[in-house]
């Protein structure tokens, strides 16, 4: 390993990343698999797991002119001690669409669309001119864009180019019009003869080869008929972890750094240990349920960044530039909104929902059109899609899914403190200041006490789902917040769900004196006392059972562990009753 190795986040150009001594995780014995998956292939991933580096990889080995290059490369890669027939076989138009939202916001859609491609194909007469001749390429560059697309799809065919397109964010600039300009701009782009679909069937007419890269499959519908052809891998087992890093590959990333800058201490097994519940748990293949999952590519280079930087982790887990991704959640809000607003509140109650069990279970749909995303088991699967759920398992005959890590959980549970308005606005510095002194002095009742008055004057005219299931996901947003505890929704001990077990984050906040058991009760508003007192009685009982899990020593281990009966008769706060204490050590 080079001394100078540097790490490369946010970086996604794959040249630049091999020439510059950038640290790559080689994923380039993919390429033999997916030339056996076939010619015309559709893959997508949330955000942030390294499509636009992978694309770029891809773009290196296959184009003609990197021919010369190829052993600088990838002679140390995996690919370049056996590489495929293919390899630097095709001239390659690369485009981004992302960079479609970025045109001139004065002119049409359209406009923007067809001056990208054209600046595109200008790019790609550049680099492959001399193989056109003078003649062709003076007269190129006078066309409009279709008429240079026709040119070049016509004239490689006579002299028998090989053209290979890599389209990366195929779904960008269509997605984001779902979010701002609505459903009926969209359709017309892609139905009928809208421009975005009739370029598609062309696309299939024109290229030997053809790798598209999104986050969702919302587009690649609306333009089957116009591109029928493409294979859609993104389930494929094989594909599970060719993006994001599994495990080992975690482990020899921080190994190979261990030395480097002033990352010198910690094992670096332990590191990846540390990083497992923030970064990890994404699986995108059923039958790799339960058996394999990778860690966000984004998310463990920002952390490593910080031990090479500071010699410590960061002082937030949650990298700024992710924790933005919660408009992700915006998005499917609004689609929602717009497309079914007698269903406003959908959205909310879903992600309540989510927050407060963990898991939540449907039928992931691999395909849908973007007038259809109101059906339940699409509008369902675009959390999955936008990386907010992972595939968990199967059980009783149903798909489970998951939110993946603490990360994710975080980005939810700032949607929810977002949306769930107040009557005033929250006094976040007196928040910190009763969290603290929860967490280190075990004053559990002003801290609770805040919660439930905070609650009480959430908006009470909005929807979504009600009494207990209403209350918990508030609380899971608030008590999510406690950056002293690893919180699990949902926790299973002793055979039974905990509300809220708050357990120390020991990496960061290993100085934490005190942990919770908490059990959240609601009846409702016209409930009789006989009935709040059973709802107690209950409360008691499973705390109890609880506190008896054999794991509870170990997770509380050195603190003072609180069990605390937490109970509502409607939005109002009847109990808050600890029940008992204990020193653990």
Known sequence: MRDNLKIPYGVSDFKRVISEGYYYIDKSAYIRTLEEAGSFLFFVRPRRFGKSLFASMLRCYYDISEKENFQTLFGELDIGREPTENVNRFQVLYMDFSEVNRGDADISLQQRFENYIGKSLDSFIDQYGKEYGDQFVGRFYRERTADKFTMVAKHARLKGFHLYLILDEYDNFTNAMLRTDGSPEYRSITHGQGFYREWFKVFKSSFDRIFMTG??????????????????????????????????????????????????????????????????????????????????????LYFLKSLVMTGEAPESWVDPNVRTDYAKLDTIAEIQRRIAAERAEDALTITEKIATEGEIAFPLVESFPADRIPDPDNFLSLFYYYGILSMKERREGLDWFRIPNICVRRQVFDYLRLNLSRTRPPDWSEWSRLASAFAYRGEWKPFLERLARDFAETNPVRGGIQGEHRIQGYMQAEFGHLDYYLMEPEMELSRGFC???????????????????????????????????????????????YRADKSVPSLARGTMLHQIVFQFKGTELVRCEHVAEEMLQ
């Open 215 to 300: 986050v969702s499959p919302v587009t690649m519908d609306d333009l089957t008929s116009g591109f029928n052809i493409a294979s859609n891998i993104s389930q494929m087992e094989m594909f599970n972890s060719m993006l994001g890093f599994s495990k080992a590959e975690c482990v020899r990333l921080f190994s190979d750094f261990k030395g480097v800058g002033k990352y010198t201490t910690g094992e670096p097994a332990e590191w990846v240990a540390s990083i497992k519940p923030w970064y990890d748990g994404y699986c995108f293949a059923r039958k790799r349920r339960g058996k394999e999952s990778v860690f966000n590519s984004d998310m463990a």
């Open 499 to 545: 509300d809220f077990c708050l357990f120390p984050e020991r990496y960061r906040f290993g100085d934490v004196q005190h942990s919770y058991l908490i059990e959240l009760k609601y009846s409702a508003k016209d409930a009789t006392d006989d009935e709040i007192e059973s709802k107690r009685q209950e409360a008691l009982e499973q705390l109890a059972k």
